[in-house]
């Protein structure tokens, strides 16, 4: 899955997500940033359980996450790595 976000200077970022199991977009606006969280979330939790029956400890997934200005999440993607171009 490839996401083309445009930055404050106008110039076009890409991520391309390998892997993708879950998706959610929360309905911001702007993306002022892009993180790999180490926390959990609901659609990290749910998207998890839907795979595996039990959990593994190491299950190779990422939660990555879209944050506006104020660092509300906006984007959640669950995949296995994500590749940055600008």
Known sequence: MELELQAWNNSTVR???SGVIGFCDF?????SGFVQSNESS???NITLHRMF???PE???YHLFQGLDNDNRVTI????NAVTVTA
């Open 53 to 55: 029956s039990r959990i």
């Open 15 to 17: 991520l391309n997500f």
């Open 42 to 44: 609901e659609l990290l």
């Open 27 to 31: 309905g911001g606006r702007d993306i």
């Open 58 to 60: 190491l299950h190779g």
């Open 76 to 79: 959640e993607v669950i995949a």
